[in-house]
């Protein structure tokens, strides 16, 4: 068939990268080949409002006209493209964050508010599949398009993907759009984030929830992002409204956003095949939805357990070689190699980071009582400084802080709800 020697030499290409080799088990059957969610673009909600000197309205708008002009000329397509750039259902509002080509932006969807991602700001910029132009219309084998995509994720995620995932992976590809359908997945296979939302967002309520795409940009929900300068670090009162802005439903609100930090931990240490670990931990990265569940919105810097490995295991003189953000190992001076297992975990940089601004005394006030606040500021202070170096003893005492926490933070609710009781009976 003419064009598959070019598609044979991509996969060899595809293949020979560095990646690691762990078979990917994740949840099992992933399921996505049925409803083709890499043809979906995604419009998000979330992703912390950044701004640069860069980011103006002008080079914003220029983008997305030149996006729409590549869609028109039938160079990409998406399910967002139509509303964007012909019924004008999708419009800009403004430019949250650009840097070095990553652009985020902040549009209206049908009196819905979303964000508009992209890793680049042309299409173009992404690496162009140069088998297309010499194919034909019907030339391209499912079993060499789902090998493509597999190798794709296992490249992003350091997981493998066996190449016979279950189901057509493209409903109308025989169709006259079915090359720049192509091209467009293609476009989002080359952005991790992309695929993080994509392949977990069935399996996780702490990602994103992807909506749409048009070519190389997707979006999201839009969400209530973290701020470090908040006071409460989240805005309580913008996911939810004014109700929670009395002390006792902010202490109630923030001990339910630690629960879901807390079960956020739990579900990535132990719901997937491999452990999920963040190595950016900050409140910008995280975001809320009117439940107070947490979402992570950024997860350029996350990493399944087989890739944190690769990450981590680097050549070393001490310990602060061995440092990646977030994520650190320990220096074995011997062999000069740092440690493939990470030193450290999710739980206790939350603790640090997060928990230890909102659990103070000026913060609590009289709304829970003062020994159930001390205990809880032990906890999360044992919780960020364990005070050892011992790696296995740290994993098994973290699951030992876990439940500490979960215990005191119900206790904190249980208090919480029976002093608005009592207030309200009282009134």
């Not at 173009?124 to 140069?130: D, K, P, R, V």
């Not at 132990?270 to 990265?285: A, G, M, T, V, Y």
């Not at 230890?356 to 044992?382: C, H, I, N, Y």
Request: with cysteine; net charge positive; proline share 3%.
């Amino acid at each position: 068939m003419r064009g598959m020697p070019s598609m044979r030499r991509l996969l060899r290409a595809r293949l020979s990268r560095r990646c690691p080799a762990a078979l990917l088990l994740l949840l099992g059957a992933l399921g996505w080949a049925a409803g083709g969610v890499f043809v979906v673009v995604v419009l998000a909600r979330g992703g912390g409002v950044f701004f640069s000197g860069r980011c103006t309205d002008e080079q914003s708008r220029r983008i997305l006209a030149r996006l729409c002009l590549d869609y028109r000329k039938g160079a990409l397509t998406g399910d967002l493209c139509e509303d964007l750039c012909v019924a004008q259902k999708l419009i800009y509002k403004r430019c949250l964050y650009y840097d070095q080509g990553k652009k985020v932006i902040e549009a209206d969807w049908r009196g819905r508010p979303v964000i508009l991602k992209s890793k680049k700001e042309i299409f173009s910029s992404y690496q162009h599949l140069g088998f297309l132009e010499e194919m034909e219309s019907h030339g391209i084998p499912e079993s060499d398009l789902l090998l493509m995509v597999a190798l794709e994720i296992k490249n992003a995620l350091g997981l493998e993907l066996p190449s016979n995932t279950t189901g057509p992976l493209w409903t109308r590809r025989r169709g006259p759009h079915w090359k720049a359908q192509l091209a467009s997945m293609w476009s989002l296979l080359q952005q991790e984030e992309y695929i993080y939302f994509s392949v977990l967002q069935d399996f996780s309520k702490h990602v994103l929830r992807v909506i749409g795409s048009c070519g190389h940009f997707y979006a999201v929900e839009y969400l209530t992002a973290g701020h470090a300068w908040h006071n409460t670090l989240f805005s309580v009162k913008d996911a939810v409204g004014a109700s929670f802005s009395e002390i006792k439903s902010q202490a109630k609100a923030i001990t339910e956003i630690a629960i879901s930090f807390l079960d956020m931990v739990n579900h990535f240490d132990n719901d997937f095949s491999h452990r999920l670990h963040l190595c950016d931990i900050k409140p910008e990265n995280f975001a809320i939805r009117n439940d107070l569940t947490v979402v992570a919105i950024d997860v350029d810097m996350a990493f399944f357990e087989p890739k944190m490995r690769d990450i981590l295991e680097q050549n070393c003189t001490g310990d602060e070689d061995c440092n990646f953000f977030d994520c650190f190992s320990k220096c074995n001076l011997r062999s000069r190699k740092c440690g493939a297992v990470r030193a450290n975990n999710n739980l206790q940089v939350i603790c640090d980071k997060i928990f230890r601004p909102w659990f103070s005394l000026s913060l609590r006030g009289s709304t829970v009582s003062f020994p159930l606040q001390l205990q809880l500021q032990k906890a999360v202070r044992d919780c960020a400084e364990p005070g050892y170096d011992d790696v296995s003893l740290l994993h098994r005492t973290s699951l030992t802080s876990l439940s500490k926490l979960y215990q005191l933070l119900r206790a904190s609710q249980m208090e919480l709800q029976k002093s608005g009781s009592h207030s309200h009976h009282v009134h």
